[in-house]
């Protein structure tokens, strides 16, 4: 078994107990769910950065990354920096995340925030509304065509915006669909842990244009994202290398300057 039929293996166990014991009437009444989605295709058409910021405390490729954040400052230094949006790991098991961090990170800003979670279930969908998510993550991976349409759909009528995830041209093509917002090529073989900035570049030429197109892990220089540019990248999620740094908020701030430069 590799690591992705691991985490998803554990990821139904877990919807299922939690299914039985909060019901999914209780996450609808939330007062977030009325709140009105902050779209981040819409911020990364306009922006001329793209950077979408990562909380990340650990993975499995990379163990422990920084396990001694305060979730709402990094969101306000991400969103002092300028990045278009953020993504917090849900995830406690592999990634040290919670619903918990993605509520502080929401109450701290107003950016565009990810829930960056392995759905397999619509009850996932309403848990992220209810904690004030505006994003929502699919993994091409880990669904089928039928599954990818029902949860896309679903999270659209509740306004939440859709990235759908691929690492190759056989996700790519049992995944395009009107119901998705933006398409990100994730740089990182999720089973065998190798990066490449390469499959961007490969995949991007199989993306309709009418997806903003974002590029996804391994991401750590300004001259990686002029050259994704190249290729109609608008948007880039950068986790550990801001991260990795005592003040990953300021990590943001020198990294975006820079590219602004
Ligand atoms: O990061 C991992 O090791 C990982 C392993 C298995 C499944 C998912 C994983 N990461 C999720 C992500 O996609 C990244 O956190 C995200 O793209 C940021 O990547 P990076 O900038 O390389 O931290």
């Given at each position: 078994m590799n690591i992705l039929d691991k985490i998803v293996a554990d990821k139904k166990k877990e919807v299922a107990l939690k299914k039985s014991i909060i019901p999914a009437s209780q996450w609808e009444?939330?007062?977030?769910?009325?709140r009105n989605r902050n779209s981040l295709a819409e911020a990364l058409k306009k922006s001329k950065t793209g950077i979408i910021a990562e909380h990340k405390?650990?993975?499995?490729?990379?163990?422990?990354?920084?396990?001694?954040?305060?979730v709402g400052q990094v969101a306000q230094g991400y969103q002092k920096a300028g990045v278009c949006g953020m993504s917090v790991l849900t995830?406690?098991?592999?990634?040290?995340?919670s619903l918990e961090d993605l509520l502080l990170a929401r109450a701290s800003v107003d950016i565009p925030l990810l829930r960056k979670e392995f759905i397999i279930d619509e009850y996932q969908l309403l848990e992220a509304k209810a904690h004030g998510a505006d994003i929502i993550l699919l993994i091409a991976a880990v669904l089928t065509t039928s599954e990818i349409k029902k949860l896309s759909e679903f999270a659209q009528s509740l306004n939440l915006d859709v990235l759908l995830e691929v690492h190759n041209e056989e996700e790519l093509k049992k995944s395009i669909m009107p119901s998705l917002d933006m398409l990100g090529v994730n740089n990182?073989?999720?089973?065998?842990?190798d990066v490449s900035l390469d499959t961007s570049k490969e995949l991007s030429l199989l993306i309709p244009d009418d997806f903003v197109k974002v590029s996804e892990s391994g991401i750590s220089s300004i001259e990686a994202i002029k050259a994704l540019k190249q290729f109609g990248y608008k948007g880039f999620l950068i986790g550990e290398n801001f991260m990795k740094t005592e003040n990953p908020g300021q990590s943001a701030t020198e990294f975006i300057k820079s590219l602004e430069q």
């Open positions: 009444k939330s007062v977030l769910f009325e405390r650990r993975s499995p490729s990379k163990s422990t990354i920084n396990q001694n954040t305060n995830d406690m098991k592999y990634f040290g995340g990182r073989n999720l089973k065998t842990f």
